[in-house]
């Protein structure tokens, strides 16, 4: 068991006074479950450590982007060189070129590419440029979806099983809600109908082809053969959003493990090797509008930060060369996931365990989780009883059943049976 939590407490304490809810992002506020987060002092690898003394293996990994765990040796090795040269220019570098061109290996129908710091950053630009480029204004996006919160994406669904949608926070416009169209997840019905409608209206079709923000969803075998039909018969572009799914399906991202090639992607987490970065890009008759070869404008004085993009080069290069790392990742979680199911089993708990290479969620249901309706249907009181206990025996998991958990190169069979351990008692709370 973990020591308490006082140190984490008083300094959770200090930080409301200065900060909304003591945090710089809702989630970690831990308010979802009802405890004191832990405030964090260092990571190495498969480790967390916070300022209580308490050591945890990391399955959050900053939401991501630690697919090699944290502190990796060449990542940080080139990092400190790096920052020996200066840490921001607002200038040209040989840098960003260098990551482009590996983002690309990756990612070949990113033909052309803009990178920036954040993924809401891409997700933004990559919309304002689907309107720009297709001169329409409404958007499709699927319910439990996050793209972000800029405003045209803070958006829920209305009434009715496919309308247009409706503010989901204080301070989005109604007039902007309203060009956004609100489906469910894995519906492709309801995409033939509302093109069937609206199609002439729609500059693009936004998604996660395979979503990580209401817990981890797969798509449906044909979901995304069919928005690319959908879209490319109306017109309207198909934006992937791999923020979260990048990297961590197959090595080409979601698009090459489906064979459907969107319009758009949006890649972010990884790319930075854990410091902020995220890019745009796509073909390139579209990404040739933007400023300065277009007329549609987006820039940002930190994008391509030399930092950022030495650590993204390093954790890429680390990437491309070993071929099998993705075959490494899927089989480490789908050794982990079968001896969650079976502790959860023997404790007479009903769980669905949704995996996507090297993601997955622990929702407590009693059927598969397809759509966002499906998720909310699960038991969270459960959850957080559960997520208490793992974190009171040294498991740092994300602090909601709507999140996804993420497993690295750097996580051991050592650490996975620590993991059952300490889950088939926290099981039974």
């Known amino acids: 068991m973990v020591n308490k939590l006082e140190k984490s407490a008083a300094a959770f304490e200090k930080a409301k006074k200065i900060m909304p809810g003591g945090v710089n992002s809702?989630?970690?506020?831990?308010?979802?479950?009802?405890?004191?987060?832990?405030?964090?002092?260092?990571?190495?690898?498969?480790?967390?450590?916070?300022?209580?003394?308490?050591?945890?293996?990391?399955?959050?990994?900053?939401?991501?982007?630690?697919?090699?765990?944290?502190?990796?040796?060449?990542?940080?090795?080139?990092l400190q060189k790096a920052v020996e040269r200066g840490t921001s220019f607002g200038a040209p570098t040989e840098l960003e070129t260098e990551l482009a061109e590996?983002?690309?290996?990756?990612?070949?129908?990113?033909?052309?590419?803009?990178?920036?710091?954040?993924?809401?950053?891409?997700?933004?630009?990559?919309?304002?440029?689907?309107?720009?480029?297709?001169?329409?204004?409404?958007?499709?996006?699927?319910?439990?979806?996050?793209?972000?919160?800029?405003?045209?994406?803070?958006?829920g669904a209305g009434s009715g099983a496919a309308t247009f949608?409706?503010?989901?926070?204080?301070?989005?416009?109604?007039?902007t809600s309203q060009d956004t169209i609100v489906l469910q997840y894995n519906d492709i019905k309801s995409v033939e109908k509302i093109f069937a409608e609206y199609g002439s209206e729609i500059a693009a079709v936004i998604v996660e082809p395979v979503a990580g923000n209401m817990g981890l969803v797969p798509s449906k075998k044909n979901f995304l053969p069919k928005l690319r039909e959908v879209t490319e018969k109306s017109n309207?572009?198909?934006?992937f959003d791999e923020v979260m799914c990048g990297f961590r399906v197959a090595k080409g991202g979601v698009q090459e493990k489906y064979n459907v090639k969107p319009d758009i992607t949006c890649l972010g987490k990884v790319i930075g090797g854990g410091l902020p970065c995220a890019a745009y890009g796509g073909r390139e008759d579209i990404m040739r509008n933007v400023s300065p070869d277009g007329k549609i404008y987006q820039a940002g004085t930190l994008s391509g930060n030399p930092l950022a993009m030495t650590a993204g080069v390093e954790t890429l290069k680390i990437l491309l060369k070993d071929e099998s790392y993705i075959d490494k990742l899927t089989k480490k979680t789908s050794k982990l996931i079968e001896g969650l199911k079976i502790k959860a089993e023997l404790a007479n708990v009903d769980v669905q365990i949704q995996q996507a290479g090297s993601m997955f969620s622990i929702f407590f249901n009693t059927k598969k989780v397809s759509n966002y309706i499906d998720a909310k249907s699960s038991d969270q009181n459960?959850?957080?009883?559960?997520?208490?206990?793992?974190?009171?025996?040294?498991?740092?998991?994300?602090?909601?059943?709507?999140?996804?958990?993420?497993?690295?190169?750097?996580?051991?069979?050592?650490?996975?049976?620590?993991?059952?351990?300490?889950?088939?008692?926290?099981?039974?709370?």
Request: glycine residues 8%; hydrophobic residues 40%; contains cysteine.
């Open 26 to 78: 809702p989630v970690r506020s831990y308010q979802n479950v009802d405890c004191t987060p832990p405030f964090i002092s260092h990571a190495k690898g498969s480790k967390i450590s916070d300022i209580d003394g308490n050591e945890y293996i990391d399955f959050v990994g900053s939401w991501g982007p630690a697919i090699l765990g944290h502190a990796h040796p060449q990542v940080v090795e080139a």
């Open 102 to 155: 590996l983002v690309q290996k990756f990612y070949p129908t990113m033909q052309v590419m803009r990178m920036v710091n954040s993924g809401i950053e891409a997700t933004m630009s990559a919309l304002r440029l689907a309107r720009g480029f297709t001169g329409r204004d409404k958007i499709v996006k699927f319910e439990g979806c996050y793209h972000g919160h800029s405003d045209s994406l803070l958006v």
């Open 165 to 175: 949608g409706e503010p989901t926070s204080p301070g989005v416009t109604l007039g």
């Open 236 to 239: 309207a572009l198909l934006i």
């Open 382 to 429: 459960k959850f957080k009883r559960w997520f208490i206990a793992m974190l009171e025996r040294g498991i740092y998991l994300p602090p909601s059943q709507y999140e996804t958990i993420f497993v690295s190169l750097a996580h051991t069979d050592e650490d996975f049976a620590k993991t059952l351990d300490a889950a088939e008692s926290a099981f039974f709370v």
